[in-house]
């Protein structure tokens, strides 16, 4: 099955692009909008429209085949691809890469993956939301052409043995309605909860923690109240951003004290606290995390797991945060690795690694990347999937459960 032409569209994210170094110097919130100016490159305001690029693949039988490219909320910054302008890339796709797609065969995906997301043009790779929306197209048009989902062909061609399909937790996030938020997710009973945003000294942690401490004694409690069935006992999951690192100063031992005292306080509930430290390079942030990571492990009184984010990017990011044990968990970060192929060998690597495999991406990303990558989280094997896009809460959890429980219906009845 060949491609017979190729069509864009621009479109939005479920959220933002939002410049998270101007926010880290203190911007403040006007309504949903930030004060200041930008500091990040090609940033024009410190939150701004989030942008998407959908590529269509017209296939010969007449089937389209769809993926988004897109890029994280903070693009630009931990070594990221600078911000993705959907006018910028249109252009771009339609001069060097769509001539390349046309008369494609797609019959199978890895080569095909591999290959855009390696290409060189003028000696450069393209930005990773072009590579991630290629490679997303690419795996819809395999799995349409050869009429199974994106998890048969996934385990198909990558030999993943498992024959089993199973459902993969899913983690909300609540951006900024920390409260309001965590109360739909109790109610739909979410496994993971609820990233919250801690990414404000200020505001949303305290110069000595206090903040975020009391935000966790109260988010146990209102758990334990509130729930429908005495079992329900989600994982506690926290994005601080790096802003515990910066309260106390980088000391690994005050970093491990404070995340011990959040543990007893988030207890019975298992905690998870992702991005403690960011020390702005890959090699520092590896190595206080691993410090880190060790501390815990050998103390059996502390029940709080380390998922590392920032700075842990690409496939080559993965495989060095698991190989020196920096984190219990990883994010595979999905817009950040480019072509989904990279996705696919990150959360295996984990998995074989005796990592905590996430896979994660962004509210910044669109229905038809966040129904994919669940597609291959649900391949995989993977610990825990983000619900996205958006910061909403209901319009990811909706997004990404109701496609994970769609293609398990779909496998179950062809195999009965």
């Known amino acids: ?44 305001q410190i939150r701004q429209a989030g942008e998407s690029l959908s590529i269509m693949l017209i296939l010969e039988n007449g089937m389209i085949a769809y993926g988004d490219a897109a890029a994280v909320q903070y693009s630009g910054t931990g070594g990221r691809d600078p911000l993705f302008i959907a006018d910028e890339f249109e252009t771009f796709f339609h001069e060097h890469i ?22 060189l043009i003028q000696d450069e790779r393209l930005h990773t939301a072009l590579r991630y929306g290629i490679t997303q197209a690419l795996l819809d048009a395999t799995a349409k052409a050869r009429m199974l989902t994106i998890s048969e062909v996934v385990r198909e061609e990558y030999h993943i043995d498992e024959t089993a399909y199973h459902k993969v937790p899913i983690f909300a996030q609540s951006g900024d309605e920390r409260y309001t938020n965590v ?118 009184a502390v029940n709080v797991e380390i998922v590392a984010d920032e700075w842990c990017n690409t496939f080559d990011d993965v495989r060095y945060f698991a190989d020196h044990k920096a984190g219990h968990m990883l994010q595979v970060k999905t817009p950040d690795l480019g072509g989904v192929n990279n996705i696919i060998e990150a959360l295996r690597y984990c998995l074989e690694h005796d990592m905590g495999a996430y896979s994660g991406g962004t509210c910044n990303e669109t229905n038809i990347s966040a129904e994919i990558t669940t597609s291959i989280a649900m391949a995989c094997n993977a610990k825990q999937v983000l619900a996205k896009p958006g910061m909403g809460a209901d319009e990811g959890i909706m997004i990404v459960k109701n496609h994970m429980m769609r293609q398990l219906a779909l496998i179950k009845g062809r195999n009965v």
């Not at 990414?199 to 110069?207: A, E, M, Q, R, V």
């Open 1 to 44: 099955m060949k491609i017979k032409d190729v069509l864009t569209s621009k479109g939005y994210t479920g959220f933002y692009f939002d410049d998270q170094a101007a926010i880290k110097k203190g911007a403040v919130m006007d309504g949903f909008m930030y004060v200041g100016e930008a500091v990040t490159d090609k940033f024009t």
């Open 98 to 119: 769509k001539p390349k797609l046309i008369g494609l065969d797609v019959s199978q995906f890895r080569n095909n993956a591999e290959y855009f997301d390696h290409l």
């Open 183 to 300: 109360d739909k997710m109790i109610i739909k009973e979410v496994d993971v909860m609820p990233h919250a945003l801690i990414n404000n000294i200020d505001t949303k942690l305290g110069h000595q923690g206090e903040i975020l401490k009391e935000y966790i004694k109260w988010l146990r409690n209102r758990i334990l109240t509130k729930r429908i069935r005495d079992d329900y006992e989600p994982i506690l999951h926290i994005d601080v951003y790096g802003t515990i690192g910066i309260i106390f100063n980088y000391n690994v031992k005050k970093i491990f004290n404070y995340l011990k005292e959040l543990s007893e306080v988030a207890h019975p509930l298992t905690l998870r606290i992702e991005g403690p430290v960011d020390k702005g390079n890959r090699q520092e942030t590896m190595e206080a995390l691993r410090d880190i990571t060790k501390m815990i492990d050998d103390d059996e």
